[in-house]
Structure formats: C-alpha cells, structure tokens
C-alpha cells in the first residue's frame, strides 16, 4: 500500500507539473467562448443568435455580448429549454439531453430543470481532477492517498420521465463516478441510491467507523448537514 501510495503521489506532482502553464485568463476566456460558440453554432439557440457570425468577427466578445441577451431562468425555460425536456435534440447544445438536475434556487420557478449534457459532466470531472492534482501543492502523507473518499450529496437513485432522467446534481454525478475511483468511493452506490436522506446517513453514520477515510468530498452545504 505504501508503493500503491508513493505511485499516486508522484502521479500527482506530474500531473501538476503539467497544469502550471503559464496562461492569460482573459485570453482563455476568449478560447473558452470560441470553442462554445463553435460547438454549438448548429444548434437552434446558436443558429438563431448567429454564432458562426460571430465566430468570424474579429471583435468576437463584444459582438457576442451585443447579439446574445442575459437571461434568468424562467425566461430561458420557456424559449429552450422546455424543449430539451420535451426530447428535441440541438436545442442550445448538441445531441439530446438525457439528464436534468432539479434545484429549487432562490428565485422564479420553485422547481427548475437544468440541463446536463455528457459535456458538462466531463468537465465537472475534469476540474475535479486538477483540484486533486493541486495537493501536491501541499505536504500530505503519500498514505493518505491510499485511502477512501467519502462523497456526501443528493441520492444517486434518479426519477426516469419519458426520455430523461431528474435528480440532483449530485445524485447524477454519483452515478458518474469513474471506473478507476470506484475502489475508493464511499459510501458505495448501494447506499447512495438511498432516497430518504436520514436512513442514508444514518446508515452512513452505523458503517463509517469500518471504513479508512481521507477526504470528505462534496458541497459544503451538503457536507455541514
């Protein structure tokens, strides 16, 4: 286990290595939105605000932000969204969307639907990751990385409506959770797909003590519950 350790750790010091390219924040922002609107130009939401016109001025950012309003999330429901939820594919990202998170929020409607495409959880994934390689920034004990993760959210057991599945975010990413990760996870996906969040943590609190933790993993919110 201490090899096993020693390995994930110098894993981490080049993976970090690698992230600290030098870089403009604004200019990566450009990068950021010129892959977006590329990405999504022959989607309905894209083709109506005209992304591939912009993606070929010259003074891309402030045409986007002349062509293409703000938006609450009433507003882009009803123009879009609801569209995506009712299985229309290219709406305002490519494909169909077959995940929605639910969140209350704290304004307009009191149950919204956010789309979650296979995009947006690899990024998720992805910025998950450089977090972790930023704890070579940090002296930590090559053994601690030997040990389980405990990820506290939403459950994993998701409501399945005509062609898409609903849950929280949390819950949608638990039932994400990467191959080479699932050794590690706890409380396992038996447990996560509890809906009724006391029994689930209940029976977290019974089995905690038998498992070697050495990260908490999840929202503060859902971490001080």
């Known amino acids: 286990m201490a090899l096993l350790g020693n390995l994930i750790k110098r894993f981490l010091d080049v993976g970090e290595y690698l992230e600290q390219r030098p870089a403009d924040p604004v200019q990566m922002q450009r990068q950021t939105l010129q892959r977006l609107l590329a990405r999504a130009q022959h989607t309905s939401f894209g083709q109506y605000y005209d992304f591939r016109d912009i993606l070929k001025s010259p003074r891309m950012v402030d045409v986007f932000r002349s062509k293409v309003p703000l938006f609450d999330y009433d507003t882009m429901y009803e123009r879009w969204w609801n569209m995506s939820l009712n299985g229309v594919e290219n709406v305002s990202w490519q494909g169909r969307v077959q995940y929605f998170a639910l969140s209350s929020g704290t304004s307009g409607a009191p149950s919204k ?4 495409t296979e ?6 994934q992805r910025g998950a990751m450089k977090m972790f390689f930023a704890l070579a920034n940090f002296e930590v004990s090559p053994e601690l990385f030997t040990k389980s993760m405990l990820m506290l959210g939403g459950s994993s057991e998701l409501e399945q409506q005509g062609g898409y599945f609903q849950g929280d975010l949390s819950g949608i990413n638990a039932n994400k959770v990467p191959f080479w990760l699932r050794p590690y996870y706890k409380p ?3 447990i996560a797909a509890i809906n009724n969040w006391e029994k689930r ?3 977290i609190a019974r089995l905690a003590p038998e498992w070697d933790i050495g990260f908490l993993v999840g929202i503060p919110s859902w971490l001080q519950l």
């Open 188 to 190: 396992g996906a038996e």
């Open 113 to 116: 639907h956010i789309p979650v």
């Open 119 to 124: 995009e947006m959880t690899r990024a998720m």
């Open 201 to 203: 943590i209940n029976k």
